[in-house]
Nanobody, 126 residues
Framework: QVQLVESGGGLVQPGGSLRLSCAAS????????IGWFRQAQGKEREGVGC????????YYEDAVKGRFTISRSNAENTGDLQMDSLKPEDTGVYFC???????????????????WGQGTQVTVSS
């Protein structure tokens, strides 16, 4: 069964950090790009960033560039999203997604990803 499970969400104060994890099972993780997305209440889902199969290829949207870091462990079938200097506008449900893509340049277009996790809530508030 193809599955992605996110964990690590929670409540954090502005300026704080959280680390989200995405555990994959049921497919050859090493051949899949991993995308991270978020959805604030009442807003559309938006891309955060992604990492290619080679781990060397990462991409971040401008809103999180320099604050968020995406990594992966093909040996452990996991992907991580390290979030630092969090802002209230980072609040939302965060999703990881997987796309069978072996190229170097990954995508943050949600339509490119057929496999999704259930999401984890991140709330940045004082």
């Amino acid at each position: 069964q193809v599955q992605l499970v996110e964990s690590g969400g929670g409540l954090v104060q502005p300026g704080g950090s959280l680390r989200l994890s995405c555990a994959a099972s049921g497919f050859n993780f090493e051949y899949y790009a991993i995308g991270w997305f978020r959805q604030a209440q009442g807003k559309e889902r938006e891309g955060v960033g992604c990492i290619s199969v080679s781990e060397g290829g990462t991409y971040y949207e401008d809103a999180v560039k320099g604050r968020f870091t995406i990594s992966r462990s093909n040996a452990e079938n996991t992907g991580d999203l390290q979030m630092d200097s969090l802002k209230p506008e980072d609040t939302g449900v965060y999703f990881c997604a997987a796309d069978f893509f072996t190229g170097y340049v990954c995508s943050t277009a949600a339509g490119e990803y057929p496999t999704w996790g259930q999401g984890t809530q991140v709330t940045v508030s004082s």
